[in-house]
């Protein structure tokens, strides 16, 4: 009779060997291994660059005459981000009308996610993080309004897994993209780059300014106070 010790060890040696004579199937598995591991790596790091924004989403009731904040997010009918997926039922219902989230609640809530992905360039990694949003509202007197958009911005990582070190800020927009290196962007709490928001196509910016045309690199983004990015991460792989 073999004692009961033992018996698990022989099972043990009889599972290691087999797993040797199949090297697929150990691979896999200490691929999933690295795999897990590195979803937490690129995690933390999507959390320490996450861009702050400026100016601050602010509620209509917050703003007392003369109104020089009256160009903000939210304010004039302007619409904060938006929950994608919700958009996505509404249209998937047939519901065609207006999606506008005026509901400063939501984004204070974090019921309406930031979304991100992360991708490895040699020994770097570039991180895009996305609002939605389910209305733009003209940029000008009478035109440029569109429905559904997303807006992009994207930090590159340098030396991520050894020495990881945010150098350049890519901040889109409708018209375009630009991309600032280290130095040429505001920081907010030594990691996290500031992005200025526009007024009503709501690109990403590195500066305030803007004229409300619809030009590129027009719309109105005012100083504001910085805040966090809006609502909660969410990884779109
Ligand atoms: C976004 O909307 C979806 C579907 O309506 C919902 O399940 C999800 O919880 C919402 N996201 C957040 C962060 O509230």
Same mark, same amino acid.
């Given at each position: ?35 897990? %591991? !590195?979803? &937490?790596?690129? *995690?933390? #790091? =999507?959390? +320490? ?95 440029? %309004? !569109?429905? &559904?958009?997303? *807006?992009? #911005? =994207?930090? +590159? ?81």
């Amino acid at each position: 009779m073999v004692p009961h010790s033992l018996a698990l060890l022989l099972l043990l040696a009889a599972a290691g060997a087999r797993a040797e004579w199949n090297p697929a199937e150990v691979e896999l598995e200490v691929a999933f291994e690295e795999e897990s %591991e !590195r979803a &937490a790596a690129y *995690e933390d #790091l =999507v959390l +320490k660059y996450a861009p702050y924004l400026r100016p601050e989403p602010i509620t209509r009731s917050e703003i007392t005459p003369p109104f020089s904040l009256r160009t903000q997010e939210g304010l004039d009918d302007f619409c904060f981000p938006h929950n994608a997926s919700d958009y996505f039922r509404v249209r998937d219902a047939d519901d065609w009308s207006r999606q506008c989230n005026m509901d400063y609640a939501t984004i204070h809530a974090d019921e309406v996610p930031t979304y991100w992905h992360a991708m490895e360039c040699g020994r770097h990694l570039h991180i895009a993080y996305w609002s939605f949003y389910g209305y733009n509202h003209n940029c000008d007197c009478c035109s440029g %309004e !569109r429905n &559904a958009w997303w *807006e992009f #911005l =994207v930090v +590159k990582v340098r030396e991520w897994s050894t020495n990881p070190h945010m150098h350049e800020v890519m901040f889109g927009q409708k018209e375009g993209w630009y991309t600032r290196i280290a130095g040429n962007y505001e920081l907010h709490d030594e990691s996290h780059p500031v992005a200025y928001v526009g007024r009503a196509g709501h690109g990403f910016y590195h500066d305030s300014g803007g004229s409300n045309t619809c030009c590129y690199y027009e719309d109105t983004r005012n100083p504001g106070r910085v805040s966090a990015l809006v609502g909660s991460l969410l990884s779109i792989c």
